[in-house]
T-cell receptor, first 110, second 113 residues
Framework: GENVEQHPSTLSVQEGDSAVIKCTYSDSASNYFPWYKQELGKRPQLIIDIRSNVGEKKDQRIAVTLNKTAKHFSLHITETQPEDSAVYFCAASGYSTLTFGKGTMLLVSP | DVKVTQSSRYLVKRTGEKVFLECVQDMDHENMFWYRQDPGLGLRLIYFSYDVKMKEKGDIPEGYSVSREKKERFSLILESASTNQTSMYLC????????????FGSGTQLSVL
């Protein structure tokens, strides 16, 4: 089955800095790569996703890049704000269910 | 707005008890899922269902079963609760395609003593 590795497990940045979270996947048939954000005590929510026919997707301060050859994808957050503090999960799927990474706790200090 | 509602936010049970976790969605989604969330382990899939009366094992089904008698309701059952099943349980739903946005419930924190 699919295996998704996510790094780092914890990331601390200063407000205004950029943050990058990286994920690798094992199944070359995977074609859908979403990112979920989970604030403390809240449910995970989809923030951005990318499909394998696209190399990059951007939505305001967040962007996701995908390298199918290397089987890795990354989440980029620019101009971080304290409200970006949360746990972020990457995931991958092909023709079956999503496999999630173990999560990255992002801490943005004012 | 899609609503995925889990019946309990916190639950405390004793070892050996039979435990029912209920999940209801109001968006006529075909797919429903039960995940377990533990610190450092991410979200792990327990069971899922693509239709009424159908169920499929996920990555960690041991010690659990599920029931889907109606499209909107998906129940997770712990036949005989054990302390290693203490965890946060998240229900989710989505439309039929596997590559669709998941809508999560707010979770049930289960403690088994």
């Amino acid at each position: 089955g699919e295996n998704v590795e996510q790094h780092p497990s914890t990331l601390s940045v200063q407000e205004g800095d950029s943050a990058v979270i990286k994920c690798t996947y094992s199944d070359s048939a995977s074609n859908y790569f979403p990112w979920y954000k989970q604030e403390l005590g809240k449910r995970p929510q989809l923030i951005i996703d990318i499909r394998s026919n696209v190399g990059e997707k951007k939505d305001q301060r967040i962007a996701v890049t995908l390298n199918k050859t290397a089987k890795h994808f990354s989440l980029h957050i620019t101009e971080t704000q304290p409200e970006d503090s949360a746990v972020y999960f990457c995931a991958a799927s092909g023709y079956s269910t999503l496999t999630f990474g173990k999560g990255t706790m992002l801490l943005v200090s004012p | 707005d899609v609503k995925v509602t889990q019946s309990s936010r916190y639950l405390v049970k004793r070892t050996g008890e039979k435990v029912f976790l209920e999940c209801v969605q109001d968006m006529d989604h075909e797919n429903m899922f039960w995940y377990r969330q533990d610190p450092g382990l991410g979200l792990r899939l327990i069971y899922f269902s693509y239709d009424v009366k159908m169920k499929e094992k996920g990555d960690i089904p041991e010690g659990y079963s599920v029931s889907r008698e109606k499209k909107e309701r998906f129940s997770l059952i712990l036949e005989s609760a054990s302390t290693n099943q203490t965890s946060m349980y998240l229900c989710a739903s989505s439309f039929r395609s596997s590559n669709e946005k998941l809508f999560f419930g707010s979770g049930t924190q289960l403690s088994v003593l």
